[in-house]
């Protein structure tokens, strides 16, 4: 069994001395190895030895920078279907039945929408119109505004593009349908 190194300190070493003294004279034996870690500890302030171990053990979580975040694992059987859900030219071919399938691809269509811009319902109409073949600009208007990716005012005039940052699995789906759309393909047979 591995041991955990365990620092010790003592602000006054005479303070220390003079309390493991007043112990050891207490004891009728010769003190085991975990008395004299409780010897230890208590002569600092500790209540036994346990107790100084959750408190180095709760100062190195407080201290400690926390862990990064995993990467989100991307799917890429999930990205090759829905690949087939666009044209050679980038466009959404038809609404998928599936939400998750529906937010992917609207990703897709988000990242295609200029950034930091104000955009009337007429404008806003024009680029979905632009980005899919099934003539229902008004759904994905909804469902962009539903998902977060786009703003309007409250009398709809208004329309903005959320700056955020998609999924993995969506920056992977705008990345191969960007490649469609330039002529490259999109997935090879080994992915």
């Known amino acids: 069994m591995s041991r955990t ?7 006054d070493i005479s303070a220390l001395a003079r309390s493991l003294k007043g112990q050891l004279a207490k004891c009728e034996s010769q003190p085991g190895h975990l008395e004299l870690l409780n010897m230890l500890v208590r002569a600092n302030g500790y209540r036994n030895f346990q107790h ?26 999930r990205v090759r279907q829905l690949l087939r859900l666009f044209d050679p030219q980038g466009k959404l071919v038809h609404w998928p039945s599936r939400r998750s399938r529906q937010e992917l691809c609207l990703w897709v ?8 811009q104000v955009f009337s319902e007429k404008e806003i ?4 119109n632009e980005n899919h073949l099934f003539g229902d ?3 994905l208007r909804r469902w962009l505004c539903d998902y977060g990716m786009l703003t309007r005012t409250r009398d709809g005039r208004e329309y903005r593009r959320v ?8 920056v992977e789906l705008i990345g191969r349908v960007s490649r469609l759309k330039s002529g490259r393909i999109g997935m090879s047979s080994n992915e």
Not at 52 to 77: C, I, N
């Open 5 to 11: 190194l365990l620092p010790f300190h003592s602000e």
């Open 52 to 77: 100084y171990r959750a408190q180095l053990t709760a100062r190195d979580r407080l201290e400690s920078p926390p862990p990064a975040p995993k990467p989100d694992a991307v799917d890429l059987v």
């Open 109 to 116: 269509i988000w990242s295609r929408l200029p950034a930091r």
């Open 125 to 128: 109409n024009l680029l979905l």
């Open 137 to 139: 600009h008004a759904l």
């Open 163 to 170: 700056e955020k940052r998609p999924p993995a699995e969506a």
